[in-house]
């Protein structure tokens, strides 16, 4: 493939497929971007990166990874690390350290590295990242602790470790020179603070309009890199990561929409440097390396994760079986190869002639770890009972007053509720009413980032626009289930109206014949849920018997695991059951049979 643009095209759409198929299969995406990377590169030579990219490959790579190191680090809120509990506080600051010093050893003793190399190497597969666990944690849903603990271990290590690596490069390329090192350290600081202050007093003062934040952010994230490098040479990678943590940790600065923007444009990014990356891989360097390479990653996985695991957990209420699961599960990702490659790249220019293994030595971890831990940790999860036993909680999408009774129901029986909406009044009364609530558009992708879906495994939707909840139950249909996915039907849908294609379809909640509307009318006239207890002597039959103006809504088996009614359900309650249901006031009711023996007389 000699055309540029064709090329970079195919790469795009490419990496676009692998992020959907991760996605679908609940993978981690890596998988397939580095299998098409090494089947279009080095595998059936379709095209060769540094032939077609000339003296492009170089920028390209650096640009890319700028931008994700800043993304990174615009997440990196330093308050916040301690709210998320003792472990991930340990984890990502004496648990680096222990990973780094022992992953350095290991590859300095085995492969015969220089310290300096060794050291790089050890920062540079001592992240995972929340590309790699997210998927992962999906998969195996182990239980809320080891599930808190690996998502938010991962968020947060990515800019810290990605901080480490370019201060270990930086002391590598300075020659060991104070004076080199501390130039690049002080314009690396001094720029990252100076843009960081510049562009949030910009943005908080709305200098710059609400429609250019974010490519103007962008622009300015591009121009400091390269002014830092002008400068001091390789300096723009610390200036890009100290403007990011600076930004994320100043007082009354939203940087919720830049975040957004930035994954975005780090999927497209990924995406495409990471095929690149692959497809520059030469199996060779995988020759050399040897079983060397091989003894650093069961070294990495064996010994470096556990150590830093259980020395972190001391002291904490994490059982025995919890600690295994979190040393097993510590997948290295994207950030790993992308700043590797750009790191070798320019150590490889700069006449290093160790530099060639670092690729096949990271790439090693990188495919070790995803390929190792993906097909095992759901069955090490079940084996050492750590997993959700089953996801019962329910998540709410809506912001209509129904879903507020409707969670409370839930939860005052047992179950874990969360409230998604996109308005906020509606997510301030569901905080009000003691509901976990989510404020903003529960498809976005700020949701798939921030939304915390441990233990829940229903959706109910109940918007009042049939557009949301299709939405809705598209998008969380591969999370949960189309099973556990329900929306409510819409008052006066006409048949042909609806949208009818089979694949897109999801049950009705509480039967094919409830709206939305009647459920708010019925709430408005005094309606409320009501749970009642089956006993022999109280049937199932006799129930529905006396309840027929009734609406049921959920019932609770014995276990207390939950059952949604709804046009696909075929339950049949049993002694010991729990019914909730929708009671209608006694006037109501009246009305209701005079309106129905009205219509049998038409």
Not at 43 to 60: K, R, W
Not at 106 to 123: C, K, R, V
Not at 407 to 422: D, F, M, P, Y
Request: charged share 15%; proline share 3%.
């Amino acid at each position: 493939m000699k055309d540029l643009s064709l090329m970079l095209a195919t790469i795009l759409a490419l990496g676009i497929a692998a992020q959907w198929l991760g996605w679908f299969l609940k993978k981690p995406a890596i998988i397939f971007l580095l299998a098409a990377g090494l089947l279009l590169g080095p595998t059936f030579h379709v095209f060769n990166p540094d032939e077609l990219l000339g003296n492009l490959l170089f920028p390209v790579i650096s640009l890319g990874v700028a931008v994700i190191l800043f993304e990174g680090a615009l997440t990196l809120n330093l308050p916040e690390i301690k709210n998320h509990g003792m472990v991930v506080t340990k984890l990502v600051s004496i648990g680096v350290v222990i990973t780094i010093a022992i992953t350095a050893f290991a590859a300095w003793a085995i492969m015969d590295l220089s310290f300096p190399i060794a050291l790089l190497f050890g920062a540079l597969v001592c992240v995972t990242g929340p590309t790699v666990i997210v998927p992962l944690l999906r998969s195996v849903r182990p239980n809320r602790a080891i599930s808190n603990i690996l998502r938010w271990e991962g968020i947060i290590i990515d800019p810290i470790g990605a901080l480490l690596v370019v201060l270990i490069y930086e002391w590598i390329i300075a020659g060991h020179s104070p004076l080199i090192f501390a130039k690049v350290i002080i314009i690396g600081l001094a720029l990252g603070f100076a843009a960081a202050f510049a562009l949030a007093t910009a943005l908080k003062k709305q200098w710059i309009p609400e429609y250019l934040q974010n490519v103007g952010t962008l622009a300015c994230v591009l121009l400091i890199f390269s002014i830092s490098n002008a400068l001091a040479e390789e300096s723009g990678l610390l200036t890009v990561t100290v403007m990011g943590m600076m930004m994320a940790n100043i007082k009354s600065l939203h940087t919720d929409d830049i975040v957004d923007f930035k994954e975005t444009l780090s999927i497209l990014i990924i995406s495409l440097l990471f095929i690149l990356l692959a497809a520059r891989v030469n199996f060779q360097g995988f020759v050399q390396m040897g079983f060397g390479g091989i003894a650093v990653l069961l070294i990495v996985m064996l010994i470096a994760r556990p150590i830093s695991v259980w020395v972190c957990a001391l002291g904490s209420p994490l059982s025995r079986n919890e600690k295994l699961l979190i040393s097993w599960i510590a997948p290295r990702g994207i950030v790993a190869a992308a700043v590797s490659s750009l790191f070798v790249l320019k150590l490889q220019l700069g006449g290093n002639q160790e530099a060639d293994i670092l690729v096949p030595m990271v790439f090693t971890i990188i495919i070790g770890t995803v390929m190792l831990q993906s097909l095992s940790a759901k069955a090490l999860a079940i084996k050492l009972g750590v997993a959700e036993s089953a996801s019962n909680g329910v998540l709410i999408t809506g912001s209509q007053p129904f879903a507020i009774t409707l969670g409370k129901s839930l939860q005052e029986n047992g179950i874990e509720v969360l409230i998604a909406s996109n308005q906020y009044q509606q997510s301030q009364r569901a905080r009000m009413a003691g509901l976990a609530s989510y404020y903003g558009n529960p498809v976005s992708e700020y949701a798939d980032r921030k939304l915390n879906l441990i233990g829940i495994g229903h959706l109910i939707a109940l918007h009042s626009r049939e557009e949301e909840n299709l939405l809705a139950a598209l998008r969380y249909r591969n999370e949960f289930g189309k099973e556990n996915v329900y929306r409510i039907r819409i008052e006066h849908q006409e048949q042909d109206g609806e949208i009818h294609r089979d694949d897109w379809q999801s049950p009705w909640l509480f039967g094919k014949d409830i709206s939305n509307a009647q459920l708010q009318e019925s709430l408005n006239k005094g309606a409320a849920i009501k749970l009642t207890t089956l006993s022999e002597a109280y049937t199932w039959e006799q129930y529905q018997s006396d309840n027929a103006q009734n609406i049921a809504l959920y019932a609770l088996d014995k276990k207390g695991e939950l059952h949604i009614f709804s046009s696909a359900s075929n339950l049949k309650p049993q002694k010991g059951w729990k019914i909730a249901a929708l009671v209608i006031k006694a006037e109501e009711k009246a009305r209701k049979k005079a309106e129905d023996r009205l219509e049998n007389l038409s």
